[in-house]
């Protein structure tokens, strides 16, 4: 069964004293890109103490991304899926809408980058503009038989010929 824990850890320190806040999940170390001193962290409990100069700035965040990262972990255990570090990441920084259902565009960036398309093909590339242009930020549930009509329509329309 998957724990979480929080951890600060003390063998790297940077120029102001601080050190990176990550999540443990079962054997992953995964960096919550924040940083505070040792001073500031109650290591029995895995939180940001009130007496860091910030603390209504820095705790706020820490919250949020210990609160998504509670919440991944609990929906792992409810439907039985296997840990995944990238979704967990997606889901604790980008919130669980991006996770579960990715924007499009984002698919397509993919796509160039696994092809190693150079910089003019992937500048000329225009399918993403195009799709923007119909939905400004498409995720995968909106990619539909209906959106690709629009789309069809939207390019013979642009383009003035089926083909061409």
């Known amino acids: 069964m998957l724990s979480l ?10 120029a102001k004293g601080e050190r990176m806040i990550y999540f443990i999940v079962g054997d992953e170390w995964i960096s919550s890109a924040l940083k505070v001193n040792a001073n ?7 939180i940001i103490t ?3 100069p910030k603390y209504y700035v820095v705790n706020p965040t820490f919250q949020q991304l210990k609160g998504r990262a509670e919440q991944c972990i609990s929906n792992y255990h409810t439907s039985g899926l296997t840990f995944c570090r990238r979704h967990f990441e997606t889901t604790i920084f980008h919130g669980h809408e991006e996770a579960d259902n990715p924007c499009f ?5 993919q796509y160039c980058a696994t092809m190693d398309l150079s910089w003019g093909r992937i500048k000329h ?3 993403k ?36």
């Open 50 to 52: 009130r007496k860091h």
């Open 125 to 127: 590339y225009t399918l």
């Open 105 to 109: 565009i984002k698919f397509i960036d």
């Open 129 to 164: 503009k195009d799709i923007q242009s119909i939905i400004p930020r498409p995720r995968i549930a909106d990619v539909t038989y209906q959106f690709t009509l629009k789309l069809q329509g939207y390019l013979r329309k642009k383009r003035d010929a089926v083909n061409k």
């Open 5 to 14: 824990r929080t951890y600060l850890r003390t063998g790297r320190t940077d």
């Open 40 to 46: 500031y962290w109650d290591a029995v409990n895995g």
